[in-house]
């Protein structure tokens, strides 16, 4: 992806970082998409929340995430070690192709491009202990372009192989841990690729699946 497909990858925030709650509960976007949503599978049993979703330059929507479990403020001592949570992240499979207005070039999305938004993701609710308000913007630019680096790196020694299913079927993902959560990124069968990330919920025993319809997330 380019620069420009990054935007929206995290949604507007309130003072302190936190996502504002208006962002997360439109479902207007999720039903402009030409792809099917991805959420944890039937397993799972606790909340699902809306976050937002990500447009292309040329307006067309490239990406989004839904929630699962304690909706996440921003890592602090007082809520690391309570928070439970998996966001899972559905990105277009779209090949390289031109602008609306045609001055421009959209890359390919790809598995990569679905381990970076996971990765960015988790750092947008992730304040490291002892770090002056001040520092974060910097600190937050630092490790958003680690995580570009390592989503481009997929067969390097920070990620290993994990199988989890997708629509019941084995699906080969690729999964990191960091002393802020866990990452993962694959594809589907359905020709989208899948990147998730949270705290506090194992990634093992995690199951994806199309949603069939994404409104009813909205209630």
């Known amino acids: 992806m380019e620069t420009t497909s990054r935007v929206g990858a995290q949604a507007p925030a309130a003072e302190g970082g936190q996502p504002l709650p208006s962002a997360r509960r439109t ?19 606790g909340p699902r929340w809306l976050m937002q ?18 909706e996440p403020s921003v890592r602090n001592e007082g809520t690391e070690d309570k ?27 790809s598995v990569s491009s679905a381990a970076w938004l996971a990765g ?18 910097d600190w937050l630019e630092q490790q958003t372009e680690t995580a570009w680096v390592l989503a481009d790196d997929l067969a ?17 993902f690729h999964y990191r841990e960091s002393e802020f959560g866990w990452v993962l990124a694959g594809s589907t069968q359905e ?28 209630q």
């Open 27 to 45: 479902v207007d976007g999720y039903l402009l998409a030409p792809f099917p949503w991805y959420g944890l599978d039937e397993a799972f049993t």
């Open 53 to 70: 979703v990500g447009m292309a330059a040329d307006g067309a929507v490239e990406h989004g995430s839904i929630g699962h479990g304690d």
């Open 83 to 109: 928070e439970k949570f998996a966001v899972v992240v559905t990105v277009a499979g779209n090949p390289a192709r031109r602008t609306a207005d045609g001055t421009g070039l959209l890359e390919a999305t």
């Open 120 to 137: 960015v993701g988790l750092l947008s609710f992730t304040w490291p202990g002892q770090m002056d308000h001040t520092l974060r913007d």
């Open 156 to 172: 390097g020694d920070d990620w290993s192989t994990l199988s989890l299913p997708v629509d019941g079927v084995p699906t080969p």
């Open 191 to 218: 020709g989208v690729h899948v990147g998730a990330y949270g705290r506090g919920m194992s990634a093992y025993g995690l199951g994806f699946a199309m949603i069939k319809d994404i409104a009813t997330y909205a």
